[in-house]
């Protein structure tokens, strides 16, 4: 029993240690100037704006495409594309967008990555909006 137990306790450590690794791994940052500069390249980014329709409209990264974090689990298919992409996710200030990177981490997106400073640091930096 104790053999069991010590086993049963080794597989949970074990597992854990793994998703923890995992989600470290699976995403990270994305400097507002990295991106501006990987726009203009052959490798860009995919950019997915998370926020509302309404402040996508307002002005957003240029080529971002607006996917609302409400929509983001039923319209996960529309991505298949990017699956093996760069995928740089925004939000206005994070919560939205660090939501969203987790969901397609577990869907299987391999390159996941947030942008720092959001779209409030994206236009304090003065870049360009569209």
């Known amino acids: 029993m104790q053999a069991a137990y010590r086993l049963t306790l080794a597989t949970f450590a074990l597992l854990a240690l793994c998703a923890c ?3 470290a791994a699976d995403t990270g940052e994305v400097s507002r100037e990295q991106l501006f500069a990987a726009q203009g390249g052959a490798d860009r980014p995919f950019v997915l704006d998370v ?3 309404e402040e996508f409209a307002s002005g957003h990264v240029p080529g971002a495409r607006n996917i609302p974090i409400d929509e983001l689990a039923s319209r ?3 991505l298949e594309a990017q699956r093996q992409r760069e995928v740089v996710v925004y939000c206005e200030r994070g919560s939205r ?3 969203a990177a987790d969901a397609l981490v577990a869907a299987g997106f391999t390159d996941v990555k947030l ?3 959001h779209m409030s640091g994206w236009r304090d930096a003065g870049l360009p909006t569209e």
Do not use: H, I, N
Request: charged residues 35%; aromatic residues 0%; proline residues 7%.
């Open 97 to 99: 967008a660090r939501k």
């Open 51 to 53: 926020r509302t329709p």
């Open 21 to 23: 690794s995992r989600g």
């Open 76 to 78: 996960t298919g529309e």
């Open 115 to 117: 942008l720092a400073g």
